[in-house]
């Protein structure tokens, strides 16, 4: 981290490198509790280089005046140029204000929030640039599980909620290095870690993740949990734990071995089956669109105002997704229940153990 003062503020600036695909570098100039809340710097704290000349992707966070001159306006809320775009947006209790600018393949962002939105909106938009810029680069990002067992990788995708960390735990349990539970990233044929903080709420706390959290971590996800019953499920704060910190194996990458798709369904039967490439790799890009899918007005209203960054953006996705997995053919299927029990993580456990002989 390095610290300068700019007009009587504080300027703190954290530099990262995702397997040197990409660049990143953020600067801060925001009030100190935004900053206590901000998630961005557990995000990506896995992921800490030394300062490069120019990044890839700088992000801005704190008070800044956008550049809106001559802009045309969407929706009366997307301020659109050639090569940039302002808006303001709230939900719930959050409120934030992003302008982005891409040029040349470098994305350069400013982000400021109330204190709620400081929780979730830097990260959240730190990491959609980073999957686009990494796109740009021939490098696909999917919203899955992974973990490398002898130098083979298993990849596990799923929707948010489908038992992605929950499955991923167990097979920790049964020795196979973690690679990340909620996004991995593939190049050519191999899986690279994207250890970005677990999400853990009291339906997956699990017991390789609960005997090592310390008595005020559990204290503090109690606490989040009862906040959620209170407020009759309105407000859900996942607790962010650094996989390092509680993982004895973590590790960076292997070659793709197994893809197997965690899908929920209406009974307690457990199967498996093959599934169709095309149809997996549809799957795989279709669960990023649902990642992102709070992005498509921004994205829409960039193309109205012939701000064309976002021009084929999910047809180009599914086409590096393809070329990367082009000598990969097996993809498998698991029906799982919506709510596991211990039995039921023991017995998909044990199916992803058996395909990965």
Known sequence: MRIERYRGRE?????????????????????????????????????????????????????????????????DKYWIKNNSIYFKSERKFSKWALEVKIDKGRVDCKIDTNLFGAVTKPHFFAEFFIQYLLLEKGVSVIHAAALE?????LIIPGSSGGGK????????????????????????????????????????LVPVIRKNLKASQLLDLYARFLLYKLTGGYIKIFKKINPVNILNNVGEKGSIKKI????????????????????ALKRLNNNMKLEWYDNFNMMDSALYGNCNFFYNYWTNSYKVLEKNLVDYTDYHEILVPEKYSPSCRAEVSALLNDIMK
Not at 48 to 55: C, G, M, V
Not at 149 to 153: A, C, F, I, P, Q
Not at 180 to 187: E, K, W
Request: overall charge negative; aromatic content about 16%; glycine content about 4%.
């Open 11 to 75: 300027m703190k600036y954290f530099n990262y490198s995702l397997h040197n695909f990409l660049s990143v570098r953020v600067c801060t100039h925001a009030s100190f509790s935004k900053n206590y809340f901000d998630n961005i710097y557990i995000q990506l704290e896995n992921f800490l280089a030394q300062e490069t000349s120019i990044p890839d992707l700088s992000i801005h966070i704190g008070p800044f005046v956008p550049d809106i001159d001559n802009a045309q306006i969407f929706d």
């Open 149 to 153: 067992k002898g130098s083979n990788v």
């Open 165 to 204: 960390t929950t499955i991923c735990m167990s097979l920790v349990e049964d020795g196979y290095t973690f690679l990340g539970d909620n996004y991995v990233i593939i190049f050519d044929g191999m899986a690279y870690s994207y250890t970005s903080p677990l999400n853990i709420f009291s339906y997956n």
């Open 260 to 279: 197997a798709f965690l899908t929920p369904n209406n009974n307690d039967a457990i199967a498996i089956r093959e599934i169709d490439k095309n149809i």
